[in-house]
Structures are given as structure tokens and as C-alpha cells.
């Protein structure tokens, strides 16, 4: 005999139902199988999920392990690379170099004769006490009984400016004289300067 769960009164202990009050006696589980199915089902799979996840994190990662001993195995054959790839200094073998003797070098010879060195000197002498142009000074350098070729040479290596040389032999004959432009250059052309040599000459003394 059991006691009725709602009206309390005494009935018999494998009924279902209350004779009195008519209430179901079965429990909860009893009366939702299908409820009572599934989560059963639920918690069976929470308990083998949890277990799974044990297993799985008790278990080492071996990608992981061979991933660090694929690094560490690569860093030591680099280095095992640099180690040995490393140049090894050879003796370096040193020979006796003999210096070589070279010919001494004779001095160029000059092919400037006496008598054009004579033209020369007598050319830079007229030069140095009045103004000449190239063929004046020629003339001069005749006149001293030089070739014709040794005068020409003469003139040649004078080293003389022959613009600068109209100028300073204007300035002679204005020191002497009063010129006109005109006369000044004609002047100068009797002096065997050339037309442009002549002005420029003139152009010196302000004329």
C-alpha cells in the first residue's frame, strides 16, 4: 500500500491512477519516455565527448614535434654548412721579382743650329729696344747678313707679340711726331705690319 500523492488517501502500490482522485501515480521519467530518451542520449554523449577531448590532449601533437625537429635539424645543418664552407687560407707563396733594368733614356738632341740659335738672340735683342713685325724684323735679321731661313726662324721663336709690337712702335713715332689716324697706319704698314696689326696699333695711342 502506498499513500496517493495529491489526495493522500491509501492505495494500492502498483496502481497508476488514484481510484479516489484520479491522479497519475507513475513519475516523471515514467510518463516522458521520449523526453527521458533524449536526455539519456545527451548526457551520453557530453560524458563520451569529454572523454574524447581527455584522450586527445593526453595524446602528444606529433605534427607539432616533427615540425621542431625538422626546424632544429635545419638549423644544425646550416650551421654545419657555414662551418664548413668557411675559406681556408692557403699559404701564399711568395717569389723573388728581380727588378728589371731599363735603358737609360739619351736626351733628345736638338736640331736647332747655331747660327738659327744666333737669329734667335739677335731677334729678342732688336725686340728688346724697339717694335718690329714679323717681316721687319726679318729685314733686320737680313741685313745682318742671316739666310733668309735663319732670319725667318729668328722672327719665328722671337716669342713677340705683333699686335703688342704695333702698338709699342706707335708709341715711338707719337713720342717723335704728331700723326693722324691715317698717316699712323700707313705709317706702320711702311713698317711691314699688316692692316689689322697697323689698327690696333693706332687704336693703342687713341686714335
Same mark, same amino acid.
Given at each position: 500500500?502506498?499513500?496517493?500523492?495529491?489526495?493522500?488517501?491509501?492505495?494500492?502500490?502498483? $496502481? /497508476?491512477?488514484?481510484?479516489?482522485?484520479?491522479?497519475?501515480?507513475?513519475?516523471?521519467?515514467?510518463?516522458?519516455?521520449?523526453?527521458?530518451?533524449?536526455?539519456?542520449? @545527451?548526457? @551520453?554523449?557530453?560524458?563520451?565527448?569529454?572523454?574524447?577531448?581527455?584522450?586527445?590532449?593526453?595524446?602528444?601533437?606529433?605534427?607539432?614535434?616533427?615540425? &621542431?625537429? &625538422?626546424?632544429? +635539424?635545419?638549423?644544425?645543418?646550416?650551421?654545419?654548412?657555414?662551418?664548413?664552407? %668557411?675559406? +681556408?687560407?692557403?699559404?701564399? /707563396?711568395?717569389?723573388?721579382?728581380?727588378?728589371?733594368?731599363?735603358?737609360?733614356?739619351? $736626351?733628345?738632341?736638338?736640331?736647332?743650329?747655331?747660327?738659327?740659335?744666333?737669329?734667335?738672340?739677335? $731677334?729678342?735683342?732688336?725686340?728688346?729696344?724697339? !717694335?718690329?713685325?714679323?717681316?721687319?724684323?726679318?729685314?733686320?735679321?737680313?741685313?745682318? =747678313?742671316?739666310?733668309?731661313?735663319?732670319?725667318? *726662324? !729668328? $722672327?719665328?721663336?722671337? !716669342?713677340?707679340?705683333?699686335?703688342?709690337?704695333?702698338?709699342?712702335?706707335?708709341?715711338? *713715332?707719337?713720342?717723335?711726331?704728331?700723326?693722324?689716324?691715317?698717316?699712323?697706319?700707313? &705709317?706702320? =704698314?711702311?713698317?711691314?705690319?699688316?692692316?689689322?696689326?697697323?689698327? *690696333?696699333? %693706332?687704336?693703342?695711342? !687713341?686714335?
Amino acid at each position: 500500500m502506498k499513500k496517493c500523492k495529491s489526495c493522500q488517501e491509501e492505495i494500492d502500490s502498483k $496502481a /497508476k491512477k488514484c481510484p479516489h482522485c484520479q491522479t497519475d501515480q507513475r513519475n516523471w521519467f515514467v510518463k516522458h519516455k521520449i523526453l527521458t530518451g533524449i536526455l539519456i542520449i @545527451i548526457v @551520453i554523449s557530453m560524458f563520451s565527448n569529454m572523454s574524447d577531448k581527455e584522450k586527445t590532449s593526453s595524446i602528444p601533437n606529433t605534427n607539432e614535434q616533427q615540425t &621542431q625537429e &625538422q626546424v632544429v +635539424t635545419n638549423e644544425s645543418t646550416q650551421a654545419n654548412t657555414i662551418v664548413t664552407s %668557411a675559406p +681556408t687560407k692557403s699559404p701564399i /707563396k711568395t717569389t723573388n721579382i728581380t727588378p728589371t733594368t731599363q735603358p737609360k733614356q739619351s $736626351a733628345p738632341v736638338s736640331s736647332e743650329t747655331t747660327s738659327q740659335k744666333n737669329a734667335v738672340k739677335k $731677334a729678342k735683342s732688336y725686340l728688346s729696344f724697339s !717694335g718690329f713685325s714679323h717681316d721687319g724684323l726679318v729685314a733686320q735679321l737680313e741685313y745682318e =747678313k742671316f739666310s733668309h731661313e735663319d732670319s725667318v *726662324y !729668328g $722672327a719665328d721663336n722671337s !716669342g713677340a707679340n705683333w699686335n703688342e709690337q704695333a702698338a709699342k712702335k706707335a708709341k715711338s *713715332y707719337m713720342d717723335m711726331s704728331a700723326f693722324s689716324r691715317g698717316s699712323l697706319i700707313e &705709317q706702320l =704698314k711702311y713698317e711691314k705690319f699688316t692692316q689689322e696689326q697697323a689698327e *690696333y696699333g %693706332a687704336n693703342s695711342v !687713341g686714335l
